[in-house]
């Protein structure tokens, strides 16, 4: 990431730009940006509360079921499509399971070795840790 200078010091870009967020509504399949300081985000179709995925999310198309039910596990787990670190610096998306497969080998190796899944969910490669 470019970093500038700024009184002698060295900040990054992004300490100064408030991008928008993605919200999903994972029973419309649909997302939409929004500022994350507006409070209360609703779905403008069946007006349920929009769940929070992050600055990288790329939405599947609407008509593909089965990857809008690996979203809503991934989030259901409380975690988001992010690669913004706290200052911005660290741009690289992290690993998300696309798949049902990928999302089903992680659920497997979640049961067999007693770790959580959210936190296999995070891994490239579920067994790497291991």
């Not at 989030?75 to 049902?100: H, I, N, Q, V």
């Not at 992680?106 to 067994?127: F, H, K, M, S």
Request: hydrophobic content about 35%.
């Amino acid at each position: 990431m470019t970093k500038r200078r700024r009184y002698g010091q060295s900040v990054c870009t992004y300490a100064f730009v408030h991008y928008k967020l993605h919200y999903v509504c994972v029973s419309c399949r649909i997302s939409f940006k929004r500022h994350p300081a507006d409070a209360g985000h609703t779905c403008p179709r069946c007006t349920g509360p929009l769940l929070c995925a992050g600055h990288d999310f790329a939405a599947p198309r609407r008509s593909n079921r089965k990857a809008w039910s690996v979203v809503a596990v991934v989030l259901g787990a409380g975690l988001r499509y992010e690669g913004f670190e706290p200052c911005g610096c660290g741009r690289a998306p992290k690993f998300r399971p696309r798949t049902r497969a990928q999302l089903r080998a992680r659920r497997i190796v979640a049961t067999r070795t007693g770790a959580p899944l959210a936190e296999l969910l995070g891994q490239a490669d579920p067994l790497e840790s291991r």
